[in-house]
């Protein structure tokens, strides 16, 4: 195989590790009761419906931050070898 092929597979590979731990993230919910919790918070005085989507919109960036500053780590890992 060549070495693209492998370097296709590879990436493959990582981003759905990175997805399968970004499902696990969110099914822990350390996240997203935090974030939950102050869109709660919110809603209590601007609505609870806008507050819970507030509450889940940022937990839903805090996951996608994580994931990206884990990816960039990574890379970075990868390139220093």
Same mark, same amino acid.
């Given at each position: 195989? !060549?070495?693209?092929? %492998?370097?296709?597979?590879? @990436?493959? *590979?990582?981003?759905? #590790?990175? &997805? #399968?731990?970004?499902? %696990?993230?969110? =099914?822990?919910?350390?996240? @997203? +009761?935090? !974030? *939950?919790? +102050?869109?709660?918070?919110?809603?209590? &005085?601007?609505?609870?419906?806008?507050?819970?989507?507030?509450? *889940?919109?940022?937990?839903? /960036?805090?996951?996608? #931050?994580?994931?990206?500053? =884990? @990816? *960039? /780590?990574?890379?970075?890992?990868? =390139?220093?070898?």
């Amino acid at each position: 195989m !060549s070495t693209l092929t %492998w370097s296709l597979i590879a @990436v493959s *590979y990582f981003l759905g #590790l990175i &997805t #399968l731990y970004g499902i %696990w993230i969110f =099914r822990k919910g350390n996240i @997203v +009761d935090a !974030s *939950y919790k +102050d869109g709660h918070k919110l809603g209590e &005085t601007e609505g609870f419906a806008k507050g819970k989507r507030i509450g *889940y919109k940022n937990a839903l /960036k805090e996951i996608a #931050l994580e994931l990206q500053e =884990r @990816v *960039y /780590k990574m890379e970075n890992h990868r =390139r220093s070898k």
